[in-house]
């Protein structure tokens, strides 16, 4: 969706079976929700072990970046990650303050993501072959951002 009128369409019409949102009432929420401070990522971008595990995301090995890339980490696409349905890929800025993650939340911690086969395994990204040490990497990167 291109803009926040277009988000609140969608889910507080047709969604929610709520009322027509005004072109006001779009303004205010997207003014509100702009001014909302980005939190700060919790490690530095030049981490000796964030800058391996972005080596790692951006790898073709691994696969990462072929959905989360951009400006945004995101391709806004559909994809299926090992459930039942397809989902909206979504931005990985400031991932690391929204656990629990994925979107059923199966992963308490974004190390969870990665050991926990319900979490998509590798239909979710290529992990065959990472050691700890690298998904502890990955994990790393994806507190940077």
Known sequence: MDDVAEIMEEVFQH?????????????AISHWINAIPAPAPMRASNDAAVLRGKELFESAQVGCADCHSGAH???NQNASVGRA????????????WRAPFMHDGCAATLRDRFDNPACGGDKHGNLAGLSES????????????
């Not at 397809?86 to 991932?95: A, D, E, F, S």
């Not at 690298?134 to 951002?145: F, G, K, N």
């Open 15 to 27: 969604r929610m079976g709520g009322a027509e949102t005004s072109t006001g009432q779009a303004a």
């Open 134 to 145: 690298d998904i502890d990497d990955l994990v790393a990167y994806l507190e940077s951002l």
């Open 85 to 96: 349905e397809t989902l909206q890929v979504p931005t990985l800025i400031g991932v690391a």
């Open 73 to 75: 980490l995101t391709n």
